[in-house]
């Protein structure tokens, strides 16, 4: 399955392992993976799932 969405395709990784492997990490993460500041590179890491790099028409974000 592919996705054209940058934080969509990690997650939809996961759909793809087993539960048995993915909720020990959830649970384990819980609170840093719903901090609203929780990058996605961040939970790629915690999953070891790839995270495609932002493309250069997606720009940058401020926060004002």
Not at 34 to 43: I, M, N, V
Request: aromatic share 4%; charged share 20%; net charge negative.
């Amino acid at each position: 399955m592919t996705a054209p969405d940058r934080a969509a395709a990690p997650a939809l990784e996961l759909l793809e392992r087993p539960s048995a492997e993915v909720a020990p990490l959830v649970e384990r993460h819980w609170a840093e993976l719903t901090a609203p500041d929780t990058p996605l590179e961040r939970f790629g890491a915690i999953f070891g799932v790839p995270v495609q790099p932002p493309s250069p028409d997606q720009g940058v974000q401020c926060t004002a």
